[in-house]
T-cell receptor, first 113, second 109 residues
Framework: EAQVTQNPRYLITVTGKKLTVTCSQN?????MSWYRQDPGLGLRQIYY???????DKGDVPEGYKVSRKEKRNFPLILESPSPNQTSLYFC????????????FGPGTRLTVL | QQPVQSPQAVILREGEDAVINCSSS?????VHWYRQKHGEAPVFLMI?????EQKGHDKISASFNEKKQQSSLYLTASQLSYSGTYFC??????????FGTGTSLTVIP
């Protein structure tokens, strides 16, 4: 089944404790992206990647890192999480470019205490 | 740079029509529409490209006015299953992507 998977689905952590949210897609898509969703603010892009080893900042990249060592995986890294990073995070992928349909993962709800 | 959507929320009775608007201050290459049910991931509805096209499937259609940098989503004869939050999304420069703040649509019997 074609899908985007994220792990974990739920995470409660404390300020400053490094964490990684994994994202994997099995559709051989070039484009992958991370979004955060907050009430009243919609979805905001954190980072995106056009292909392996090619990543770029989105609208709200501060406090986040990403890597794209393999085409299928695009992990999101929070080196020192803070409470303002409490949010719902979505990974998405699309064939080719951002202008194509994006397929979303199920989401990761992160709480930073 | 985030597109502005209006209205923020709308409540409809089954069978009524609705229009959701999306506008941008920047030139748009394309406009996407997604629907998100509570607790779920956004799901793609349609993409409109530069050229002022109009698209639709079933009773949901959309238009893209390139000159005004605006898009509208039309839902006709709404069904209970149409309830959710609708987002427009725009690719403004390169491959950076911006979603609007969303429109909550509730269809009641």
């Amino acid at each position: 089944e074609a899908q985007v998977t994220q792990n974990p689905r739920y995470l409660i952590t404390v300020t400053g404790k490094k964490l990684t949210v994994t994202c994997s897609q099995n559709m051989n898509h070039e484009y992958m992206s991370w979004y955060r969703q907050d009430p009243g603010l919609g979805l905001r892009q954190i980072y995106y990647s056009m292909n392996v080893e090619v990543t770029d900042k989105g609208d709200v990249p501060e406090g986040y890192k990403v890597s794209r060592k393999e085409k299928r995986n695009f992990p999101l890294i929070l080196e020192s999480p803070s409470p303002n990073q409490t949010s719902l995070y979505f990974c998405a992928s699309s064939p080719g470019q951002a202008r194509n349909e994006q397929f979303f993962g199920p989401g990761t709800r992160l709480t930073v205490l | 740079q985030q597109p502005v959507q209006s209205p923020q929320a709308v409540i409809l009775r089954e069978g009524e029509d609705a229009v959701i608007n999306c506008s941008s201050s920047k030139a748009l290459y394309s406009v996407h529409w997604y629907r998100q049910k509570h607790g779920e991931a956004p799901v793609f509805l349609m993409i409109l490209l530069k050229g002022g096209e109009q698209k639709g499937h079933d009773k949901i259609s959309a238009s893209f006015n390139e000159k005004k940098q605006q898009s509208s989503l039309y839902l006709t004869a709404s069904q209970l299953s149409y309830s959710g939050t609708y987002f427009c999304g725009t690719e403004i420069t390169g491959n950076q992507f911006y979603f609007g703040t969303g429109t909550s649509l509730t269809v009641i019997p």
